[in-house]
């Protein structure tokens, strides 16, 4: 008995390429996450010190938009001062976004510092970027399995009969 070949779909060997392509632009973009930015400051004292506000505009001239709901506070010795760290994760990738920080003493007085200009960038980072890669190109390898799998079930289900092989 002569085998019969597969019916052939122009750019059928293509099929899973594409899949899998199609795959990491939907994946990757989602294996960077969202655009944050990370403000730090440190003090060098902090002797009647309350606490501290932030604010971030799109212009260096403001308008200005309180990001923290309650006052920072003091954190560490008042005599050595501390370490600070805020996540606005409410920016949009690629903007250019001005941060002004307002320190607030005991007395009621403040005293804002002079912006500072960011440019928004993704959560991620290269990190989780190749490791999405990675997760891709195996997808893609057990797609490609998978399609010669079943091409090779259909080419012997069209001389067999159409019943599951045993071997590959």
């Known amino acids: 008995m002569t085998e019969r070949p597969a019916p052939h779909l122009p750019g059928s060997a293509l099929l899973p390429w ?11 973009p989602g294996c960077v996450g969202p655009a944050s930015v990370t403000v730090e400051w440190t003090t060098a004292s902090e002797v009647d010190h309350a606490g501290f506000n932030l604010y971030r505009s799109e212009s260096p001239d403001g308008p200005w938009v309180q990001l923290n709901r309650e006052l920072i506070p003091p954190a560490g010795d008042p005599i050595v001062g501390g370490q600070y760290s805020y996540v606005d994760d409410t920016v949009e990738p690629g903007r250019t976004y001005y941060y002004q920080l307002e320190d607030l003493a005991l007395d009621g007085s403040s005293t804002r510092h002079p912006p500072i200009e960011v440019v928004a960038g993704p959560a991620g980072g290269w990190g989780d970027l190749v490791w999405g890669a990675m997760a891709g190109l195996i997808l893609a390898a057990a797609l490609l399995a998978g399609w010669r799998l079943w091409a090779r079930w259909r080419r012997s289900a069209a001389s067999n009969g159409p019943s599951m092989p045993d071997t590959f």
Do not use: G
Not at 18 to 28: E, G, H, K
């Open 18 to 28: 594409l899949a899998a392509c199609l795959l990491l632009t939907l994946l990757l």
